[in-house]
């Protein structure tokens, strides 16, 4: 373990990191908005050709047309095996991005551990990456099975991209075993950038594939490409990027790396509690902790893509929007709200306890209850619900429009203050653990940690007055316009103190090494719940993006009419995403211990001829 | 190996309360079921039940309430009478309709016809409505829904009734559809059956000199329209003909009478000359 300035360089090299990141990102959108818009062009020619003809209106069905087999409920089957696909989706898509980055930063710095880190990560993904594939598969099968007519009208509408999308899985496949088996053989000059380029390719294709998959899910959200009627117009790149096509990719592609991150944290908290040395235990703790800082430079700008999101499916469909943030989804939010408040929370938490590793930390310790405080009552405060209103039954059972206690604090104003001023006091824990192990060496220290406090204090007054401003002393039209100016203060917040960080502790000198290992077995538990609640989280988002199309298959397109049609109430849905998670989870430890396995060697004495 | 138990134990615990957090620490709302297909027997009808049924389409698979509610999200409908009269002489109006029930078709029908200040979808400065056409495939309403829905809001609205209730009902008939729904009696289509059902003639003249209690209306098309003669007999407290005393002329025709059978005897009246 390399100690003096490790820290530093972790952090700076994983932000220098994450950039890198979102311009693949984007490049990966962009490059592949090009191939479907050439591709597009070739099935226009070919539409044009057959002279449009050929493409019916969406099927209308019966209750008689969804068949059941062996008494299985064919949208629980459906509902589990898409979850759980779509959770190994992500972690194999999100691995291999920050498996490039690592790689990258390792290839630079020419420090051999984040190599191995890097390979020990794509080794975790590997397994994974076939159980994606089966889960496909089996939602595949399920869909086809339980739902014959909705699959056949998307097949009318997609059916080249859902042969693309199995070419490219192919492709992904061949690019991701001989990155994984090659990185050995690859390693030095040249081969190393070949490697590095295989990496490349491996992420294009992976993002690739998310964005097709996304396609025909929000087609189904946000039908174009097709009348009224559902008759295709023959033009798949309209279909493709329908409405809400680029704001689910913005807000899945971030979670996906957070959520990549959470599970690899929680691989390496496991490792830690079951190290058997100091280094190893070293080894491990460097890990979860560079695991979940990927977590948590995801999970910052998560609310804001979320937000955004939204605001996306309210302009598509006023309907549609109300029926999220204001009906009977909108109590799934507060839940939603308890979960992200669990992340942020023990996310913090593994930091504070990440500080006992310096010898310097005694020096911030005494601030963290406060950080504390201030978070939880932000907490609190998005946690209030909104005014919820759907149909006049429901009103009824739920006694009135109004959440009992604290309505005011339910209004979106208030919410977006509490979610910037989490924002902003966690970037504050991260700062102090920054400077844990630090001592200033420039003259001006004094002066910059007053103009530090007062950037600090400035944006946190500035976000108040903003929320409350604009919340509580103008008329429902301008509630929302505080919204990008308070992110405007939490940005100018965050980039301004780490500019002026870096200044003030330009050559400083370290307390002492850094302890890696230094850190108590409950601060592992923390990352286990932010796996946990990730996991969960994505369970219950995944149930709200669905359900939100009520009793449409492709809304206002092609209706619902299995008899499971109906919403089913929060509690039911939460049981469901619950036993899914657990299934899930047990499947990655199925897939942590075989990559264990392969290591394990046995020699039986005397079973082998001599 | 116990270490593994443990962590798992967490895991599962900590999935075990987020569960119970939403079975049990949120209200349990049975979400209202999909609307279905209502099989509307118009034929069979009371105006009343009519004024019902537009109600329960409000409330119901208009999703109207989703956005008309105390909230603000949308307009209140229930100063319809005031407001529809302001937005025809709006000078931004340029819809085509000419009278209230005009205005509030066109405003289900179309509703960025005219869009009411304030309300327009962002971005649009009040040229787009979020509203849907409940005709749209979102609502889906039928044209005889639609009107339900707007014999509601002008019988909420405290506005008489003017709609028209569609009457394509002679093919339903001889197909012999309309009568399996389950009322006691059949709609009936012929004239004369109906005034004597209702003993009209108790108490007025209409073809022969008979009853004096109410006004002749032997030649009552030539003074009055449809929508005047409709009120008197949905609302007749509403207006009192001169020279006659309230509360003889029966006021539950609304109930007692199919929404068929009233237009069979608006008809009829309107053309007596
Ligand atoms: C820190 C804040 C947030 C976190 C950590 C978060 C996390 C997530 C995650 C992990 C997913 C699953 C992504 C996937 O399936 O690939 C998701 C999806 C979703 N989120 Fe968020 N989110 C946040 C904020 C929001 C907000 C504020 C909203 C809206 C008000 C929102 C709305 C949604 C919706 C509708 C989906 C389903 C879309 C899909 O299928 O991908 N999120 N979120």
């Not at chain 1, 479907?36 to 209750?63: I, L």
């Not at chain 1, 989804?329 to 408040?341: E, H, K, P, R």
């Not at chain 1, 429009?401 to 924002?423: E, F, Q, R, Y």
Request: with cysteine; hydrophobic share 45%.
């Amino acid at each position: 373990m390399k100690g003096t300035g490790s820290l530093r360089n972790v952090s700076n090299k994983l932000i220098y990191g994450l950039f890198i990141t979102l311009v693949i990102g984007l490049v990966s959108v962009f490059g592949g908005a090009d191939l479907f818009a050439a591709y597009a062009a070739g099935t226009e020619a070919a539409a044009d050709a057959a002279s449009t003809g050929g493409y019916g209106p969406a099927p209308v069905t019966t209750a008689a047309d969804y068949p059941s087999y062996a008494g299985v409920n064919g949208r629980l089957a459906i509902w589990i095996f898409a979850q759980l696909h779509l959770w190994f989706a992500a972690f194999v898509l999100a691995v291999p991005i920050f498996v490039f980055i690592i790689e990258v930063i390792g290839m630079r710095t020419r420090d051999k551990r984040y190599d191995d880190m890097a390979y020990e990560f794509i080794k975790v993904s590997i397994t994974a990456y076939s159980l994606t594939a089966i889960l496909g598969g089996l939602l595949l099968f399920s869909l086809i099975l339980f739902y014959p007519d909705l699959f056949s009208y998307l097949s009318v509408i997609f059916g080249e991209s859902m042969f693309y999308y199995a070419l490219l899985f192919f492709g992904e496949s061949a690019v991701l075993y001989l990155y994984y088996y090659g990185w050995h053989w690859l390693q030095g000059g040249l081969k190393k950038w070949i490697h590095l380029t295989l990496g490349l390719t491996l992420n294009a294709v992976g993002t690739t594939l998310m964005l097709l998959a996304n396609a025909w899910l929000t087609f189904m959200m946000s039908p174009a490409g097709v009348d009224p009627a559902g008759v295709f117009s023959g033009d798949t790149w309209a279909a493709i990027h329908n409405f809400l096509w680029n704001p689910i990719n913005i807000h899945r592609f971030v979670a996906n790396i957070a959520y990549g991150g959470s599970i690899v944290g929680a691989y390496a908290a496991f490792k830690f509690l079951t190290a058997r040395n100091d280094q190893e235990k070293a080894h491990y703790d460097w890990m979860g902790y560079n695991a979940n800082f990927i977590a948590i430079c995801a999970l910052l700008p998560l609310p804001f893509a979320g937000y955004y999101l939204a605001a996306e499916i309210y302009a598509y469909s006023q309907q549609m929007g109300i029926t999220l943030m204001g009906g009977i989804f909108a109590w799934l939010f507060i839940i939603q709200a308890v979960l992200i408040g669990t992340l942020f929370l023990s996310a913090n938490y593994y930091l504070w306890c990440g500080m006992g590793r310096s010898d310097g930390a005694k020096r911030y310790t005494k601030y963290i209850k406060y950080i504390a405080i201030v978070l939880v009552g932000a907490f609190l405060v998005w946690f209030t619900p909104h005014t919820l209103v759907l149909t006049n039954s429901e009103l009824k059972s739920l006694g009135g429009p109004h959440h009992s206690i604290l309505g005011p604090l339910g209004i979106m104003p208030a919410k977006n203050t509490a979610v910037n001023i989490m924002i902003t006091f966690t970037f504050l824990s991260f700062l102090f653990y920054r400077r844990s192990n630090k001592v200033a060496t420039v003259s001006w220290e004094k002066t910059g940690n007053i103009i530090q406090v007062a950037l600090f204090s400035a944006g946190i007054v500035n976000i108040l007055f903003l929320g409350i401003y604009h919340g509580y002393f103008t008329n429902t039209v301008y509630k929302v316009a505080a919204s990008i100016p308070q992110v405007m203060t939490t940005f100018t917040v965050i980039v301004g103190s780490l500019i002026l960080d870096s200044f003030i502790y330009r050559g400083a000198k370290d307390v002492g090494p850094l302890h890696w290992g230094r850190i108590p077995d409950r601060a592992q538990y923390a990352l286990f719940l932010l796996a946990v609640a990730f996991t969960w989280l994505m369970g219950l988002m995944g149930y709200i993006r669905s359900g939100i199309r009520q009793h449409w298959h492709v809304v206002d397109i092609m209706r619902d009419n299995s008899p499971d049609a109906y919403t089913p109430t929060l509690g039911y849905a939460a049981n469901v995403v619950s036993i899914a998670t657990i299934m899930f989870l047990a499947m990655v430890i199925f897939v942590f211990w075989i990559a264990q396995v392969s290591t394990k060697k046995s020699l039986p004495a005397g079973y082998w001829k001599e | 190996m116990r270490q593994f138990l443990k962590v798992v134990a967490f895991m599962v615990v900590t999935v075990g309360l987020f569960a119970g957090y939403s079975n049990l620490g949120i209200p349990q709302i049975q979400p209202a079921p999909p609307p279905t297909e209502e099989k509307i027997d118009l034929s069979a009808m009371t105006m009343d039940q009519f004024v019902a049924l537009g109600e329960r389409l409000f409330s119901g698979k208009g999703t109207c309430t989703l956005c008309h509610n105390a909230l603000g999200r949308a307009p209140e409908l229930g100063e319809i009478a005031i407001s529809s009269q302001a937005r025809l002489d709006d000078p931004r109006y340029a819809g085509s309709a000419s009278d209230i029930e005009g205005y509030i078709r066109e405003s289900l029908v179309d509703p960025s016809a005219f869009v009411v200040v304030g309300f327009g979808k962002a971005g649009s400065n009040d040229t787009e409505s979020p509203m849907p056409s409940v005709n749209s495939g979102s609502i889906g309403m039928s044209d005889p829904e639609t009107a339900a829905v707007i014999a509601y809001l002008q019988d909420n609205g405290g506005l008489e009734i003017t709609v028209e209730i569609p009457t394509d009902l002679g093919e339903a008939e001889d197909e012999g559809e309309a009568t399996n729904s389950g009322e006691p009696r059949e709609p009936i289509t012929d004239i004369q059956e109906l005034v004597d059902n209702h003993a009209c003639e108790a108490c007025h003249t209409i073809t022969d000199a008979a009853g004096d209690i109410g006004p002749d209306l032997s030649k009552i098309g030539a003074t009055q329209d449809r929508d005047y003669i409709r009120q008197a007999l949905l609302d007749p407290n509403a207006v009192i003909a001169e020279g006659y005393e309230e509360g003889f002329m029966p006021d539950d025709l609304g109930q007692q009478m199919y929404a068929t059978e009233l237009e069979i005897m608006v008809d009829f009246l309107s053309n007596l000359k």
